[in-house]
């Protein structure tokens, strides 16, 4: 076998679809038979050619996560049902032409490489978030950072990193007690990942080299963007949501070259009705032309005489192409809650951003994208936890018209040409990309 069969595995939300199934493109672009494992309840929405996809069980086939509603109690049943079908799914392939060499599952699924170590063959951790992200929580898991009891118990000082206050914390470690099922989720990645043959994280070199001891492959952002090798590589292949393309488009067309402020809060924020209002107040009164995302659960927190007093200026929809949109010419700028994919989106694309975290791991991210990679600005929030539209037109303009604004757009346009040098052939990613493959290619069975 010269060819390989790799099988990539992930945990089934639209934030940790994207970057795995690109990553599975990357490799079939390179030679590997690829084959994408996921839950039946997202099966159907995975298009992308040239990509096997395969249904694996998390034991709740008709509604995913929503029918078992509890974290802790849909993470059992994924272990149970996915270890029994992703077996049966390695199997299947035994006596073919191509059997499977090697699972790269989301660090999530740690179970995944248990499976795979049963069958002899190489297992492969793959992280979706920052390597900044990995080095706190692994350095948890070790024993080398304690939870902070309290905010003056703060800065942490880590190694390779720049200080940390209580703000820049990721959720789960900021309100331990509130999210104890996320943070044991976040710390299970690690206990069994020295068995694995490889660690991925979806960064590259220039942007964190230091951070992580992983093999950086990213950004996992669809090919059209970065380098173009991969033939009619413009999206992800897998959308939960039905996106609206043209009618965004259309009306980008009608406006200014960088004139337009892109708002998305990503596929699971919250925003309470107050923040939203804040925000649509803020829009209003700034002079800014406006493309907001707003999921259909969301749009009754804004007040309807604020849509309709800026309906000429500014267009709401409830989803739409985000990679086609950051790519226009006429967005000025990405108000964005800073998840990871988001994130770098906006750096491959170069379009200065206004950092808005929520939850997670956005709140070190928007630390990095204003302090440290210098690409846009982070809202501050009240003492109330509110980001006033004072603050907010602050920031836009700040990033669309300010003093500030000539500096984040050349450091926007700097990191983004890095992004798509790593990428690129015999960039640091496409490299460790490389490497990767030439095993896989090279073992001459599944067995390890």
Same mark, same amino acid.
């Given at each position: 076998m010269d060819k390989g069969h790799v099988v990539v595995v992930p945990y089934p939300s639209q934030g940790h679809i994207n970057p795995l199934l690109q990553f599975a493109k990357r490799l079939a672009s390179k030679g590997v038979k690829a084959t994408f494992a996921t839950t039946y309840y997202t099966v159907k929405s995975i298009n992308a050619p040239n990509i096997g996809v395969e249904p694996i069980s998390d034991g709740f086939d008709e509604g995913g996560f929503a029918d078992a509603k509890k974290e802790d109690i849909y993470l059992e049943s994924f272990q149970a049902n996915g270890s029994k079908t992703l077996s049966q799914l390695i199997?299947?392939?035994? /006596? $073919?032409?191509f059997p499977v060499?090697?699972?790269?599952?989301?660090?999530? &699924?740690?179970? !995944?490489?248990?499976?795979?170590?049963?069958?002899?063959?190489?297992?492969?951790?793959?992280?979706?978030?920052?390597?900044?992200?990995?080095?706190?929580?692994?350095?948890?898991?070790?024993?080398?950072?304690?939870?902070?009891?309290?905010?003056?118990?703060?800065?942490?000082?880590?190694?390779?990193?720049?200080?940390?206050?209580?703000?820049?914390?990721?959720?789960?470690?900021?309100?331990?007690?509130? /999210? $104890?099922?996320?943070?044991?989720?976040?710390?299970?990645?690690?206990?069994? &990942?020295?068995? !694995?043959?490889?660690?991925?994280?979806?960064?590259?070199?220039e942007l964190e080299g230091e951070l992580w001891p992983a093999k950086l492959i990213g950004p996992m952002v669809p090919s059209a963007y970065l380098d173009g090798r991969i033939e009619g590589d413009k999206g992800y292949g897998a959308s939960l949501w039905k996106p609206l393309g043209e009618e965004c488009t259309k009306w980008l067309e009608t406006k200014p070259?960088?004139?337009v402020v892109y708002l998305s809060f990503g596929s699971m924020v919250s925003l309470t009705a107050n923040q939203m209002e804040e925000i649509a107040c803020g829009l209003k009164e700034s002079s800014f032309p406006f493309l907001w995302v707003v999921r259909g659960t969301e749009l009754d927190k804004i007040p309807k005489e604020l849509i309709e007093s800026t309906k000429e200026r500014g267009l709401i929809v409830t989803w739409c192409k985000q990679l086609e949109i950051l790519a226009h010419k006429a967005i000025g700028c990405f108000v964005t809650h800073c998840g990871w994919n988001s994130t770098l989106e906006g750096l491959s694309l170069g379009v200065p951003m206004v950092g808005f975290p929520q939850w997670a791991d956005q709140f070190p991210n928007a630390k990095f994208i204003d302090e440290i990679w210098g690409v846009g600005v982070r809202v501050k929030e009240d003492e109330k936890g509110i980001v006033s539209k004072e603050e907010f037109i602050m920031?836009?303009?700040?990033?669309?018209?300010?003093?500030?604004s000539q500096e984040i757009r050349n450091n926007s346009t700097k990191w983004s040409k890095l992004a798509k040098e790593a990428i690129s052939q015999g960039g640091s990613s496409d490299k460790s990309i490389d490497e990767f493959v030439n095993i896989i290619k090279c073992s001459s069975n599944n067995k390890t």
């Open positions: 199997q299947k392939y035994e /006596n $073919t032409n060499n090697c699972v790269v599952y989301d660090s999530f &699924l740690p179970w !995944a490489l248990d499976v795979a170590k049963q069958h002899g063959i190489y297992g492969a951790a793959f992280f979706t978030n920052s390597a900044t992200e990995c080095n706190i929580f692994c350095r948890i898991h070790h024993g080398l950072l304690t939870l902070p009891a309290k905010q003056e118990d703060m800065p942490w000082l880590i190694p390779g990193l720049p200080p940390l206050y209580f703000r820049d914390l990721p959720t789960f470690i900021k309100m331990p007690i509130s /999210n $104890t099922a996320y943070l044991a989720l976040k710390l299970s990645q690690y206990p069994n &990942l020295d068995k !694995a043959d490889w660690s991925f994280a979806n960064t590259f070199e070259p960088k004139a920031c836009l303009k700040q990033v669309m018209e300010g003093k500030r």
